[in-house]
């Protein structure tokens, strides 16, 4: 099976948002997934977009996995992207879709001169930490993730 990354086009933030509700019932906490398709639409399609996604793609126009991602700053680093979610669907996992998808954005990061790539992963998702620290991931467990919701 041959998979093809690419940017994502509005008409597949369902297909993307299905993606992420894969991923919120793996993660058990489905009932935390409060956007929706049309949401996803409006937030990053148009003239001020708030994030970028990448798709992988099967030969038969299934979406596979996903990579949604922004730009941010760091004051001690500079420009970064931040990788929000990487999601493989389950049935197409062992397959280098996540490891294509970090590439390409790997990619993206270089051309768009950021210094730094960042994103998070649960400590107890032994599958994910080990395909990152695979990869050459840093992970760095002094950090700890702080929330307000206003």
Request: charged share 25%.
């Amino acid at each position: 099976m041959n998979i093809h990354i690419r940017t994502a086009t509005p008409e597949d933030m369902p297909a993307v948002w299905g993606l992420i509700r894969e991923l919120a019932i793996y993660e058990k906490a489905p009932e935390q997934v409060a956007t929706t398709p049309e949401q996803m639409v409006r937030d990053g399609f148009g003239e001020k977009s708030l994030f970028r996604c990448l798709v992988a793609e099967t030969d038969d126009k299934h979406i596979a996995g996903i990579a949604l991602y922004y730009f941010g700053y760091s004051t001690w680093k500079g420009k970064m992207l931040y990788l929000d979610d990487l999601v493989v669907s389950e049935s197409y996992r062992r397959q280098n879709i996540g490891e294509k998808l970090l590439m390409t954005l790997k990619e993206i990061a270089i051309a768009e001169k950021a210094q730094q790539m960042r994103w998070h992963v649960l400590d107890w998702n032994m599958p994910a930490i080990r395909f990152y620290e695979k990869i050459g991931a840093e992970l760095d467990a002094e950090w700890i993730t702080c929330k307000l919701y206003p």
